[in-house]
């Protein structure tokens, strides 16, 4: 089995904290996905790796930034955390990038609450 | 373009059948799929279903596709109360040399004795 872990279930940050948030997949994929989940907005896409020290901008990067140093781990950093930054982040990973059918592995999450 | 559409609620009654639904915009679609969110958990992948098909089974699951109207649905047998939960459907695009899904808005399903 897939698994993919995230270092907290729930974290409160003040305004303009730096905040880490870190994911961890034991399959040895290549391909790592950071998204938030808000209600009423379904899944949007922050950041993806593709490799080692590879990164690209999903849809909404604005106030984000990653870090992939080991192939396993994909970390998510608010450099500057605001209000608007308050929601529940999922990390994902996935096979070779190859392949079509690229199903992605969630991670339980990590309800963000910056006050 | 990228869209893709769910309705938001669905209520049921344990016992029956739960029917819920997606549309998608971009027809260049190969996958897609159909994830489960338990509440204060991850996405858990249900099933899913290649753009050449019109239907899977899968135990009490049923995905169809119709791909000319761009309607995907997944229907559940004999609904559980373990059954309620939040649904998203995906579609995989390639995306510049690389894959990505993009998820719906989720159908949250409640599943009443």
């Known amino acids: 089995d897939v698994k993919v872990t995230q270092s907290s279930r729930y974290l409160v940050k003040r305004t303009g904290e730096k905040v880490f948030l870190e994911c961890v997949q034991d399959m040895d994929h290549e391909n790592m996905f950071w998204y938030r989940q808000d209600p009423g907005l379904g899944l949007r896409l922050i950041y993806f790796?593709?490799?080692?020290?590879?990164?690209e901008k999903g849809d909404i990067p604005e106030g984000y930034s990653v870090s992939r140093e080991k192939k396993e781990r994909f970390s998510l950093i608010l450099e500057s955390a605001s209000t608007n930054q308050t929601s529940m982040y999922l990390c994902?990973?996935?096979?070779?990038?190859?392949?079509?059918?690229?199903?992605?592995?969630f991670g339980p999450g990590t309800r963000l609450t910056v006050t | 373009g990228e869209d893709v559409e769910q309705s938001l609620f669905l209520s049921v009654r344990e016992g029956d059948s739960s029917v819920i639904n997606c549309t998608y915009t971009?027809?260049?679609?190969?996958?897609l799929y159909w994830y489960k969110q338990e509440p204060g958990a991850g996405l858990q992948l249900l099933t899913y279903?290649?753009?050449?098909?019109d239907m899977k089974q899968d135990q009490r699951l049923t995905v169809l596709l119709n791909k000319k109207d761009k309607h995907l649905s997944l229907r559940i047998a004999d609904t559980q109360t373990g059954d309620s939960a939040i649904y998203f459907c995906?579609?995989?695009?390639?995306?510049?040399?690389?894959?990505?899904?993009?998820f719906g808005t989720g159908t949250r399903l409640l599943v009443s004795p």
């Open positions: 279903i290649f753009s050449n098909m």
């Open positions: 995906a579609e995989a695009l390639m995306n510049t040399g690389f894959q990505k899904l993009v």
């Open positions: 994902a990973s996935s096979g070779d990038r190859e392949t079509l059918r690229g199903e992605q592995y």
């Open positions: 790796s593709y490799d080692v020290k590879m990164k």
């Open positions: 971009d027809s260049s679609s190969t996958y």
